[in-house]
Each structure stands twice: as structure tokens, then as C-alpha cells.
């Protein structure tokens, strides 16, 4: 398994579980020392034991030497980053960095499984490239993966479904045997070419991420018309053909995920000559909706913030990850600070990755009330469970004043007027 990030290392991991001997290569020398000495370098649920457990019985190592992981291999999977370039493409520059590390080494009927979210057209590039250092037709497979951070293990042993990209069907039948354990429930094993698995791949994300782009302006749209977007959830996801998952409003998808995929698709059409009008919406749609609670904020307290506090709760782009790629509460911070701020924030595990880069313009709450202590507003941009259920009174007390604006519509306005809060949600209306 090469690349030991949020796929790599759960991947490698519940193949392990399942039995494989498992070796995971990455660059990051820290990194891995760490993963040697049980220190697991994200936070995901499950994850520490899993990896602890299977290292101690022997069936996973790790690795910065690939002769030490790939001329053993039977399958070398690719799980390294394929972040967004400059000009919203992928970069694929890591990944055809490995490829050059596997061709000098891979055993002669290995398969190389991709398992990085890739353009449309990279697996052919792939096996092309591998045919050029190595001189013979070597496996290639796509592969990708569906997981959710915060619940990643849960994904990856229970998945929906499992997409593979073949030309051959003796890889097919190695990745299906591959996948066997954790197909037992029925979970549908589907093998399609290259290009049709690539694409799956982004049409899932791009079909989710447009989702929440749909449900988030129109409760933006509630929000001027006086109706409450959860009234309408309720009154659209009955309807079966419709349902209520992924259409949660709030301040906007983020993460390593969505925000890059859609500009990626957005870029495989332009490249074939054709223009995506609804990804572009859906990004344009999104920037705009991490905007929404400066402007909520600048609606409270004026357009000048200096000699004000604000308190926000939730860093991490969403409950139970530490991850904050693409956050929307980091955007929210930096208008804040801009507009002269003094912020205090509080997140159960990103605190670190927020500090590594704010240092000390942020102060942190070691208690999610300490970030809202003598605050002339509070901000919540993360649905953490444990800020679903505050000591209201005591939280009213701590503040300056007693106003939350809500990303994540945690609470029902009509209670929290009773309760003696200013509070505003994203398209929710005290008039149900
Ligand atoms: N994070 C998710 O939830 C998720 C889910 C499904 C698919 N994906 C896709 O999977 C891929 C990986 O995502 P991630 O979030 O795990 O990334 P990540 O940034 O968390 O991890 C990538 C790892 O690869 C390592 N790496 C980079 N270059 C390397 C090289 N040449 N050799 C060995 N290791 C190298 C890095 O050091 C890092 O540890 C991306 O294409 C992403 O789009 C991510
Ligand atoms: O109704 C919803 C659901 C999600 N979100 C936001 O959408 C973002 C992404 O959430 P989620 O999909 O749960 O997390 P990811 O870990 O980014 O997972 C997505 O991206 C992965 C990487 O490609 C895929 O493997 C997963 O299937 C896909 O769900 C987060 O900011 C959420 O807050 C909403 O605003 N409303």
C-alpha cells in the first residue's frame, strides 16, 4: 500500500484484518517512525486499535524503503494525494512518482491497483507508462474509494458497494477475492472498465457535493420567504424518490474531498471540449454559502469588529475527523480576523492542525464554553455532538452577549427565543 493518509493507512489496515499480509510504504519518514511506534497520525474512529493490533500480530508494516513493500507484492495498491493544481486539475505528479518507484521492482504478474481519486483516462496512462519502463503489459486496476473520513474503518469493512476497472478478468477475480470479507452481506461487487470506474468516482462525489449546493441555496431561499428549511426537508425527503441523506443545509462542503473533485470533473469536460454549467454552479454555489455567516456576523455587530469577540465551535470541515482541509470555519476566521476580531475557538480534536497554522492569533478553549466565555457572538460551524446539548443557562451567563448564529442548525429558534438567545440557523424561520 503506498501513501499512508486517511486511505492508505484504513485501507492497508482492514486488509490486514482480513488476513493479507500487509506492507505500507510512505515518503513521510515521521510519519511512519510514528506508525512503528503506535502513534496513528489522524484522528479516525477505531483506527489506533485496528492498526495496533495487526502490527503487533505481525500482517502489517511500514515502510520508507519500497524494496522493503513492492517486489513481494501480489497487488500494489496507490493511495497517495491527488490534490488540486493551480489550475483546478489534478496533480497527478505523486502518483506517476510511484509508478516510476513500482516499475523497477514489481514482480512479473503483480497488479498495480489505483485507488487515488484519478481523472478519467489516468489508469490507460497508467499501464501505458508501466509498459514503456517495464517492456511487458503489466495488471493495472482502478479501484476507488468511497470511505468518509470519521467514519472510515465503518466505510471501508461495510461498503455500499465495491468498483473495480479492469481490462482482464483474472484481476477482477484477484480484487474480488480481495474484497470477499467484507462483501458478506450482500454488497454488490462491480466490474466495469477503467474509464467507467474513474467516472464513477467523481459522479458520486460531484452528485453528492450538488446536492448539498441544491439544498443550501434553497435554504438560503427560505430564509427570504419566511419558511424553514427543515419543515421542507421534512415535506420533500418522504417522497422516496427524493429522500432525506446529503441534504443537511449548512456552511458549506469542505474537506480533501468534494471542493477538488467537482473542479476536477469541471476539467476533464473542458478538456473534451464541453462545459459543466452545474458543477460550476455547484462550486460557485459553495464558495458563496462559506461566506454566510461573516455576513450574518457583519449583520449583528457592524462591519467593523474590532474590540469584539466571537467564539466558534467547530473547526474540523465536520464532526469527528481533525481533518480542516478546505473548512469552511477556517474561511469564517480569516474574515474575522480581517475585519479586526478577537476569536476564540474550540474543536474537540483539530485544535493542533488549526494551531500549526494560525499559532497565536486564535485563542483556544480547552472547553468548547471556554470559547464562548464573555464572546459578543457565537459561531458554530461544526455539529460535534457534544455542542448539541449546552448548559444554556450557563452559556448565557458566559457570554457577552447572549447571540449564536448556527451553521449547522443544531437547535429550533422557537426554544431558543424562549430561552432568551438571539439565534439564527442557515434557512430555519421561528414559524416551523
Ligand atoms: N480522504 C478521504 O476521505 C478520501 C476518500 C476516498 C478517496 N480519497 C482519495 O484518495 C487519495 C488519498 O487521499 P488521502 O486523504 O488519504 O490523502 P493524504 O494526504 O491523507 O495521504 C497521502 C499520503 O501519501 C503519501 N505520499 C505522497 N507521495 C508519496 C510517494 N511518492 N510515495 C509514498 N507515499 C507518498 C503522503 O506522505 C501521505 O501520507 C486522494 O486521491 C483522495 O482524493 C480520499
Ligand atoms: O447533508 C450534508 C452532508 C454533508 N455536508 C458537508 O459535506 C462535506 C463532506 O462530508 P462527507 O461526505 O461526510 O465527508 P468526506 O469524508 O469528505 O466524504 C466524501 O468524500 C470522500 C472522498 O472522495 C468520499 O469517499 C465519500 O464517499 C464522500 O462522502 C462536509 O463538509 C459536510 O459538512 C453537508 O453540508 N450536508
Known amino acids: 500500500m503506498i501513501g499512508t493518509g486517511y486511505v492508505g493507512l484504513v485501507t492497508g489496515t482492514c486488509f490486514a484484518e482480513s488476513g493479507n499480509q500487509v506492507t505500507c510504504l510512505d515518503i513521510d519518514e515521521e510519519k511512519v517512525a510514528g506508525l512503528n511506534d503506535g502513534v496513528i ?56 512518482g510511484c509508478v516510476e518507484t513500482i516499475a523497477s521492482r514489481i514482480k512479473e504478474d503483480a497488479i498495480v491497483v489505483i485507488k487515488s481519486t484519478v481523472p478519467v483516462g489516468t489508469n490507460r496512462k497508467v499501464a501505458a507508462k508501466l509498459k514503456e519502463l517495464t517492456g511487458r503489459d503489466v495488471d493495472v486496476a482502478s479501484n476507488p474509494e468511497f470511505l468518509k473520513e470519521g467514519a472510515a474503518v465503518d466505510d471501508f469493512t461495510k461498503p455500499d458497494r465495491v468498483v473495480v476497472g479492469t481490462v482482464r ?24 472498465g477503467w474509464e467507467s470506474a474513474e467516472m464513477t468516482k467523481y459522479v458520486a462525489n460531484c452528485l453528492l457535493a450538488t446536492k448539498i449546493s441544491f439544498i443550501n441555496e434553497m435554504a438560503n431561499l427560505c430564509e427570504r420567504v419566511g419558511a424553514d428549511v427543515n419543515s421542507v426537508r421534512r415535506g420533500i425527503g418522504h417522497d422516496q424518490r427524493i429522500g432525506f441523506s446529503f441534504l443537511f443545509p449548512g456552511v458549506g462542503y469542505g474537506g480533501s474531498c468534494f471542493p477538488k473533485d467537482v473542479r476536477a470533473l469541471m476539467a476533464v469536460a473542458e478538456d ?36 469584539k469577540t466571537i467564539g466558534v465551535w467547530g473547526l ?60 459578543d457572538l457565537l459561531c458554530i460551524c461544526t ?39 438571539t439565534y439564527e440557523g442557515i434557512g430555519l424561520s421561528a414559524n416551523g
Open 169 to 192: 478478468d483474472e484481476v477482477t477475480e484477484v480484487l474480488h477475492e480481495l474484497y470477499r470479507p467484507f462483501l458478506r452481506t450482500e454488497r454488490p461487487f462491480l466490474s466495469m
Open 41 to 96: 497520525p489522524i484522528y479516525e474512529p477505531g483506527l489506533t486499535e485496528l492498526v495496533k493490533r495487526n502490527h503487533a500480530a505481525g500482517r502489517l508494516k511500514f515502510t520508507t524503503h519500497p524494496d522493503g513493500a513492492i517486489p513481494d507484492a501480489k497487488c500494489v495498491f496507490i493511495g497517495v494525494g491527488t490534490p488540486q493544481g493551480d489550475d483546478g486539475r489534478a496533480n497527478l505528479s505523486a502518483l506517476f
Open 272 to 307: 473534451t471540449g464541453m462545459t459543466s454549467r452545474i458543477l460550476a454552479a455547484v462550486d460557485e454555489v459553495n464558495d458563496a454559502q462559506k461566506t454566510v455567516l461573516f455576513e450574518k456576523v457583519k449583520a449583528q455587530l457592524g462591519e467593523k469588529l474590532s474590540g
Open 383 to 421: 455539529e460535534w455532538n457534544e455542542f448539541r446539548n449546552p448548559d444554556f443557562d450557563y452559556l448565557k451567563h458566559a457570554m457577552a452577549a447572549p447571540v449564536i448564529l448556527d451553521g449547522r442548525n443544531l437547535f429550533d429558534p422557537a426554544e431558543m427565543a424562549e430561552r432568551g438567545f
Open 316 to 375: 474540523a470541515f465536520k464532526p469527528r475527523t481533525d481533518d480542516i482541509r478546505e473548512a469552511p470555519a477556517l474561511v469564517l476566521i480569516d474574515s474575522l480576523l480581517k475585519a479586526g476580531a478577537t476569536v476564540q475557538v474550540h474543536d474537540p480534536v483539530a485544535e493542533a492542525n488549526v494551531k500549526a497554522i494560525y499559532g497565536d492569533k486564535l485563542i483556544y478553549g480547552e472547553h468548547h464554553y471556554d470559547a464562548a466565555r464573555d464572546a
